[in-house]
């Protein structure tokens, strides 16, 4: 680029981060809405004033770099098409293209920014594109290194007519024709020409901004009198046929129409030639909207029955649905999983590939072409067949060995068996008894649950499809023994806190340390204590199931709980699912509130999972396609979701698409959790190939159903960070614990452990408890870093056969609740004595000016930081008065009269936030509970890193304390009395 005036550091674009804020006024044409550049965000450019002839007050010059930007913000009234106008300069003769994203997917695709002659010459060019209502993100990346052009501004005028959604032929995919310019007239860069034989096809993509009929509407040229008939497709349905007669001339451009039903997003239009004649030559489709909308589902599928099994297969049988327009295909599912699909007037169909003797739950759905799909038919459950005769069992496994061990644990490894069919899984014996299984494919497993220092003798055994057991193979004995890396998070001991409960789903601890469940059946909720006294304390109105996975599902509490007593429930009700608040007091539910709906139900892919945010204080909430797949890239639709609220459910300002989502392109999201950076980490259901956990970003776009896992198209979309088969886990529940992502699976009956690396990925897979415990749901970590876990026998049909479980977490190096030399003291009172006088309000009688106490602990090994939390802990609340953080690890005390500020004075960058305003907030708050004796607790804090991420000083007390327990790998408390009086 030409040399351009220089720049201040001043004007750095850090400082250019107003964001234009306008809105789009209604009409039959609204007229142009100016945005100018100057009051965008600005990425690598620099607003300047040299080059006459701008509006506003300047334009924005771009770094000469591929990736500098601008972005505006635009509320439009209404989702439709805008025309957008930019005007800009460009002084050199090359051209400056730029990538047009809005709303974070790519809209135009380097829009060509040419030469203007000078930068004083200013040009504009014009794109359309489709904005959603509310707000919008409109971006412009530079894509070369010469950066962009001099911008102005851009305006935005958007129309209340339905858009037209346009494709060129050359643009489209093209199978036996090819794409020419030599006949004038065409639009684009030129035209295909079909082959001259029958099959030839041009296919193009349309994504419609919403589902409904639309006007498809084939520009074409025929300079011959035969009819060239082309036969129209959607994504792969039934086809129309079309006539394209002769137009007179190879010149002569004309027009043939259709109409078809489109869902919401991507379309498939291939338009085939049916004759040996080929197609015409076809120059672009374009389609319109035509409505009206139709968001009326298919009747259920009746009476579903089998007509047949084997031992390998179930043949299904089912009664027509009806639908307002058509039914155009049935989807098959075994319990939540896509098994097959037949096109609308089948009603038979036989699913292969099943495992013998094993019983199946087959649900029917109908769908017409929107697709709009109905609610399940009713269930069959069916039973495979025997497997054929085979009296032949596997040959021993061999060469059982130990390849690793911590202190809880032994790793096995094995030569495999074979088998004159197929080998289904081994057995693995600890001491005699049968302990847990492993895959038929496996050659490896984990043992856990087992205690340091005592010997086990271990032997595996091969299993085929008919049960033909082979012998053991050798035994061997090794002995659990503490070691490895510090910190590492290993199950040991299980017991069972509580039995008899109904698939126990949703699982949240309180602040005393017990914890309230759900059961999806019942509609239930409980209380839980670690020493096994169950309370009932309410059933949640309105909740409704489905048969399914719908019903009571996730719990959450705010860090606000022991202030406010709110618990979050997510359930399915009458309508649809719900997000709800109660409160919890007194062991009683009381004061339901829904705070967030319109999330569509189905049998199955209700999603369900409640995460509280710990950096921001929002509710993150998991949300299923409602097997409804088109629902997952609309962003008008809740389904198919992260969703992110505020604790009233109201939708925050930073949201990226204006509404409550946050993620799309999920099929059936459960677990949840976030990791030591306040990183959200999220576990899927996959349909027939592959389950994932994904690394949540802002906007992101996960690909479901064009892409399932690594599997599909997935190019555009984020890449899960793991991925099983759907036969080894259907992920439901997910917690983190010191960085390790625990993840609970049912149809896997197992729990997988990953480390997060420092490039974000999952490495170190362990696998714990294959077939132990059958089923497996939620997984949570508790207040002394050891798990709960519960079971999930809901496909026997039998109630109140789940369990829950706790599992010791033995930590490589010490436990996170250590005695000894970590221990926090103060030379000021001992450990549940009477905190002195002078440290509490009563020492000047007003609160915020208190002489805060000595302090003083020993170090932690492997802490990066320190943190302490001083909160009041009367009745099993957790009312934060100070938290000082960030103390660095060469430092073991704090003395006596701590300074004034956010930063302390003399504490080497430590900083500090109380409960007081003002000026208060920013000293020592002691205790002044106002004349009777009063329980506190100082807590000490080990942090894995030099600074608590995300805190700044306007965070509030309870996003303190979970930012710093999110980053804490251990803590222990200073426990003190008060009966100062105000």
């Known amino acids: 680029m030409a040399p351009r005036t ?27 809405v100016r945005y100018e550049a100057e009051n965008a965000a600005i990425s690598q450019g620099v607003v300047e004033s040299n080059h006459a002839g701008f509006s506003g007050t300047g334009f924005v010059n ?25 005007r800009y300069a460009n002084g050199t003769t090359e051209n400056r293209p730029v990538d047009v994203n809005v709303n974070g997917s790519l809209a135009v695709d380097e829009r060509a920014f040419a030469g203007t002659g000078a930068w004083t010459t200013w040009s504009s060019v014009t794109n359309t594109v489709q904005l959603n209502q509310g707000s919008n993100k409109i971006k412009l990346t530079a894509t070369g290194a010469l950066g962009g052009p001099n ?33 004038a007239g065409f639009s684009g860069t030129g035209f295909v020409n079909y082959n001259n034989v029958t099959g030839s096809y041009v296919e193009y993509t349309i994504t419609a901004d919403q589902a409904g009929e639309h006007k498809l509407t084939f520009r074409y040229a025929n300079g011959t009198t035969t009819d060239r008939p082309l036969a129209i ?13 002769g137009t007179g001339a190879w010149t002569t451009w004309q027009t043939a129409t259709t109409s078809v039903t489109l869902k919401a ?5 291939r338009a085939t030639a049916t004759t040996a004649n080929g197609g015409p030559n076809a120059d672009k489709l374009t389609a319109t909207f035509s409505g009206p909308v139709d968001n009326e589902p298919p009747t259920p599928p009746k009476n579903l029955r089998a007509t047949g099994h084997t031992s390998t297969s179930t043949s299904l049988a089912w009664d027509a649905a009806t639908d307002n327009v058509k039914v155009v295909g049935y989807d098959i599912y075994q319990h939540g999983q896509l098994m097959k699909s037949v096109d609308g007037e089948t009603l038979a169909a036989t699913v292969d590939g099943l495992e013998p003797d094993t019983d199946y739950d087959w649900t029917v759905f109908a769908k017409d072409a929107t697709p709009n799909v109905s609610q399940a038919s009713n269930n069959v459950i069916v039973r495979t067949d025997p497997a054929p005769p085979d009296t032949i069992p596997p040959s021993n496994p061999s060469n059982l060995r130990s390849t690793g061990k911590t202190a809880t644990s032994v790793d096995l490894a094995w030569t495999a068996s074979t088998d004159n069919v197929k080998v289904t899984g081994y057995e693995i014996f600890v001491d005699g008894a049968l302990k847990q299984t492993a895959d038929g494919t496996a050659t490896t497993a984990t043992v856990a649950g087992l205690t340091t220092g005592k010997e086990y003798a271990f032997k595996v055994r091969a299993k085929d499809a008919k049960n033909n057991l082979s012998g053991f193979s050798n035994e061997i004995k090794d002995t659990p023994a503490a070691g490895g890396p510090k910190g590492v998070p290993n199950p040991g001991t299980v017991t069972t806190i509580a039995n008899g409960v109904d698939v126990p789903w949703g699982l949240v601890f309180l602040p005393d340390g017990s914890a309230l469940f759900s059961e999806r059946e019942t509609f239930n909720i409980y209380r ?13 109105p309105n909740a409704v199931g489905t048969g399914g996975e719908g019903g009571l599902l996730g719990l959450e509490i705010a860090p606000t709980f022991s202030t406010d007593h709110y618990l979050y429930i997510y359930h399915t009700a009458s309508e649809g699912n719900r997000v709800v608040r109660m409160k919890y007091e007194n062991n009683a539910l009381s004061e339901y509130k829904v705070l967030l709906q319109g999330i569509a139900k189905s049998r199955f892919h209700n999603g369900g999972r409640l995460r509280w945010g710990p950096i921001d204080n929002k509710l993150y909430v998991s949300v299923g396609d409602a097997q409804n797949d088109s629902r997952a890239q609309d962003k008008n639709s809740l389904n198919g979701k992260i969703l992110r609220i505020n604790p009233d459910g109201t939708i925050p300002a930073d949201n990226p698409f204006g509404n409550a989502v946050w993620t799309m392109g999920h099929r059936n999201p459960q677990g949840l959790d976030f990791d030591s950076q306040g990183r959200l980490w999220q ?26 896992g690594t599997s599909g198209n997935c190019s555009g979309y984020i890449a899960p960070k793991k991925t099983w088969s759907t036969s080894s886990a259907s992920p439901s529940g997910l917690t983190i614990i010191n960085d390790y992502v625990f993840v609970a699976t049912t149809v896997g009956s197992r729990v997988y452990r990953n480390r997060i690396d420092a490039n974000s990925n999952l490495v170190e897979q362990t696998t714990y408890f294959q077939g ?47 005695p000894g030399d970590f221990k926090l003291t103060s030379s000021a009172f001992a450990d549940n004595g009477n905190i002195p006088a002078k440290y509490t309000c009563a020492g000047d009688g007003s609160p915020g000016q208190d002489t805060s106490p000595p302090l003083t602990w020993g170090a932690k090994q492997d802490a990066k930081s320190y943190a302490i939390v001083f909160a009041d802990v009367a009745n099993g609340g957790n009312k934060l008065h100070w938290a000082i953080w960030d103390i660095p690890a060469s430092s073991l005390s704090l003395p006596e009269g701590l300074g004034a500020g956010f930063n302390v004075p003399g504490q080497n960058g430590a900083k500090q936030k109380a409960m007081g305003s003002g000026a208060n907030s920013q000293k020592y708050f002691g205790p002044c509970p106002g004349g009777s004796t009063h329980p506190y607790t100082f807590t000490l804090y080990a942090v894995n890193s030099a600074t608590v991420p995300g805190l700044t000083s306007s965070s509030t007390m309870a996003q303190i304390e979970t930012a710093i327990k999110n980053a804490s790998t251990a803590n222990t408390k200073l426990n003190g009395k008060s009966n100062a009086a105000a």
């Open 233 to 245: 497709t959607v994504d792969g349905g039934t086809a129309t046929n079309l006539p394209f007669p």
């Open 772 to 818: 132990t415990y059958g089923r497996l749901r939620t997984v949570e970590v508790d207040k002394e870093g050891d798990i709960w876990l519960t079971t999930s026998a809901d496909k026997d049909g039998n109630p109140n056969n789940d369990k829950i479980l706790h599992v010791d977490i033995v930590y490589s190096g010490g436990d996170p609740q250590p």
């Open 151 to 183: 911008l102005d501004y851009v305006d935005v005028e958007q129309t209340t007519s339905a858009p037209a959604l346009e494709q060129e032929a050359e643009q489209a995919t093209i199978n036996q024709g090819v794409v020419e310019s030599n006949h």
């Open 6 to 32: 220089g720049r201040a550091g001043a004007l750095c674009v850090a400082a250019a981060t107003a964001i234009a804020m306008m809105s789009i006024p209604t009409g039959a044409s609204a007229a142009p």
């Open 528 to 540: 839980l204590t670690e020493g096994g006294s169950k309370t009932l304390v309410g059933k949640v």
């Open 265 to 269: 997003g991507a379309n498939k239009i």
């Open 683 to 708: 576990a899927e259901f996959g349909q027939s190939t592959m389950d994932e956990v994904n690394l949540i970003q802002k906007g992101g776009n996960y690909g479901w159903p064009a892409c399932e």
């Open 62 to 86: 771009f770094d000469n770099v591929a990736g500098s930007s601008v972005e505006f913000t635009v509320n439009a009234a209404q989702a439709g098409s805008a025309t957008l106008t930019f």
